[in-house]
């Protein structure tokens, strides 16, 4: 696997951070399940986040 074209990941408080939520609403919506989850990645016990896939959630929901 190639380093440079790897996503870079950010962590629970940094996509809070991007989001302007509390880090309890992230957790939470890793929890829902359908549309509402936002999407992630586990790596071992932590959950990371690419902000592209993210964007590409908050979209879903414009009107």
């Known amino acids: 696997m190639n380093v440079e074209n790897f ?8 996509i809070a951070k991007a989001l302007k939520v509390p880090v309890s609403w992230v957790y ?3 929890r829902k399940r ?8 586990k790596v071992g016990k932590y959950l990371r986040f ?3 896939q993210v964007a ?3 979209g879903e929901f414009k009107e």
């Open 50 to 52: 690419e902000i592209q």
């Open 7 to 14: 996503p870079e990941l950010l962590t629970v408080h940094e």
């Open 34 to 41: 359908g549309l509402e989850r936002i999407p992630h990645v």
């Open 28 to 30: 939470d919506r890793t």
């Open 56 to 58: 590409k959630w908050l």
